[in-house]
């Protein structure tokens, strides 16, 4: 079942996240992950977290920043494989006419998801920190306010 994320259930969260992108990114120090722990911790709270929980237990989430940004998709490695991504993208994809995301181009597990996903890519660059190159992609019609 996916529901809004519950402050008291951080740490999970923080975990899942930080064991998904180590063994997400081997191209990728595992000392990039750590090093930024702290902040994503500070910043997770603020986002739109949508988890997938099934028995008490967090099984996934993703996060939706700045009102259409996804900063990420993390499924608990023994949990992989069972559909909870999508489940967790479809959720995003009904609330949000437009999302953008950047993956790191390395990651082609996760781009063939987002492209599965009706996802486009739309510019790429070398990311500052790791000095790998990313994509960025879009899903959907972004509605510009006049």
């Not at 930024?36 to 911790?41: C, H």
């Not at 996934?60 to 993390?74: K, L, W």
């Not at 494989?81 to 959720?91: C, M, N, R, V, Y």
């Amino acid at each position: 079942m996916i529901k809004k994320f519950d402050i008291s259930k951080l740490d999970d969260v923080m975990a899942i996240w930080l064991e998904t992108n180590i063994n997400a990114h081997s191209f990728i120090p595992e000392e990039y992950w750590i090093k930024n722990y702290d902040m994503v911790k500070q910043m997770l709270p603020s986002a739109d977290i949508y988890v997938y929980e099934e028995n008490n237990i967090i099984k996934g989430f993703i996060g939706i920043v700045e009102q259409n940004y996804i900063a990420g998709i993390f499924v608990k490695k023994e949990y992989q494989k069972e559909g909870i991504g999508q489940k967790l993208i479809d959720h995003c994809k009904s609330r949000y006419p437009y999302l953008l995301l950047d993956v790191f181009t390395k990651n082609k597990r996760a781009i063939n998801f987002y492209d599965k996903n009706d996802f486009i890519v739309v510019d790429e660059r070398i990311h500052e920190e790791t000095k790998e190159m990313e994509y960025t992609m879009s899903f959907g019609e972004k509605k510009y306010n006049m």
